[in-house]
């Protein structure tokens, strides 16, 4: 078992002179070490042999709210100064500045993709001295873009994200964004002027009951409700599959729901409610406003099936850790390219008594913590109980296990 391999790499503008500069891929200003071209514009340069240790985070913690911005933080040795913007020496003088793109990869799989805000220092009196490069991706971006006043069409989820992305005043190029196509269909309720791009759209991933974040490679991703993974692509944890440590169960009402209000824009109010499970545990309200559906029945279904979803307790397998340090290249390669919305399956036998518990779960939060001489994920987790029934699988497939639709 071995280290799978790092990389942290930082975009550098290595602009010299004023041009003309090399075009990479271009079959007459791409040709390297040619007098008539120069080497310039951001250059992604690899600091990995400084880099102490390096943290990454993505993902959000629970259900019901919306994805931060993944963040990442990496210590680099600083003991000759060079993350030091002042030091005129530095073979990086000029480039020890915010908004400087970083990328981290682990095993040939990037991890991260954001640009860095602070280069915190912290020098010390034996010289050990220490940069601390602090990062963020695309979610701040978006955060800072808004949307000039508009009616738009009525249209799926999946097309209002396009729309948004393409708007004047975000204008998302269309290479960096993964959409999906969306079972909710949003209504024509007019957009006012400055409103926030990431608040709307994060509205349509709460009205589709999907996902709305940056992913690893720095694509911005909406996930749709349709759950239709395939054994093909199911990572299994524990008996047989992947060994994991520190798994964090919960069970309770952090999930509880037993009365659910839906309003939309423009529209009515649906409640549902699961009158057992008030009778048990008494009104466990979860109210969703403002939803973008086009007609009351859509919010109704919503709220139907939150009723169903969430109106009893869950034994729930909240996050667990993997050491990938001490896993084989397979192993580590799964590991690696799991991303959020990630399928997962978990067999667990507490204290190796009883029968072993097995449970269905969707990634929703990747953490990293390496350095060099070990690395830990960490995944946190979301149920899977309304997975797509996918016909001719091995796994889901299997009738009444899944469901065929909302």
Request: charged share 20%.
């Amino acid at each position: 078992m071995t280290m799978p391999v790092e990389k942290v790499e930082v975009g550098f503008d290595l602009t010299s002179g004023t041009g003309p500069f090399i075009t990479l891929d271009d079959p007459v200003s791409g040709v390297l070490e040619s007098p008539d071209w120069t080497l310039g514009g951001t250059i992604f340069y690899d600091i990995t042999d400084r880099v102490k240790s390096f943290n990454v985070s993505r993902g959000r913690s629970s259900l019901f709210s919306a994805f931060p911005a993944g963040n990442a933080s990496v210590a680099l040795n600083n003991h000759d100064r060079a993350f030091d913007p002042l030091y005129t020496a530095s073979p990086f003088y000029g480039n020890i500045i915010p908004k400087r793109e970083i990328r981290i990869t682990s095993g040939g799989v990037i991890q991260f993709v954001g640009w860095i805000d602070d280069w915190n220092l912290n020098y010390s009196p034996n010289g050990d001295s220490v940069a601390d490069a602090i990062a963020f991706d695309a979610t701040g971006v978006l955060a800072g873009r808004t949307l000039s006043a508009t009616t738009p069409v009525e249209q799926s989820s999946g097309a209002r994200v396009n729309a948004i992305l393409s708007a004047p005043g975000v204008e998302w190029a269309t290479g960096l964004r993964e959409v999906d196509t969306g079972e909710a269909t949003l209504s024509t309720a007019d957009i006012p002027a400055n409103t926030n791009a990431l608040s709307y759209l994060q509205n349509v991933a709460a009205t589709e009951a999907g996902n709305l974040f940056v992913g690893k490679t720095g694509k911005v991703v909406f996930q749709d409700r349709t759950k239709a993974p395939t054994s093909d692509s199911l990572v299994l944890f524990g008996n047989g599959g992947i060994p994991f440590q520190n798994l964090e169960v919960v069970f309770g009402s952090e999930n509880l729901y037993n009365e659910i209000t839906v309003s939309r824009e423009g529209g009515g109010t649906a409640t549902a409610q699961d009158n057992d499970s008030i009778s048990e545990y008494g009104i466990r309200n979860l109210t969703l406003t403002n939803l973008l559906f086009s007609t009351d029945a859509q919010s109704l279904e919503l709220a139907l099936n939150y009723a169903v979803e969430f109106s009893q307790p869950e034994y729930r397998f909240q996050s667990l850790e993997v050491a990938l340090h001490k896993l084989g290249a397979t192993d580590q390669e799964k590991i690696n390219n799991l991303e959020i919305g990630s399928i997962c399956k978990v067999l667990f036998t507490p204290n190796n008594i009883g029968d072993a518990i097995v449970r269905f779960v969707e990634v929703i939060r990747i953490s990293q913590e390496v350095n060099p001489e070990t690395h830990y994920t960490t995944l946190g987790f979301s149920s899977l109980d309304y997975a797509s029934l996918v016909l001719d699988d091995a796994e889901f497939g299997k009738l009444n296990a899944y469901s065929l639709s909302w």
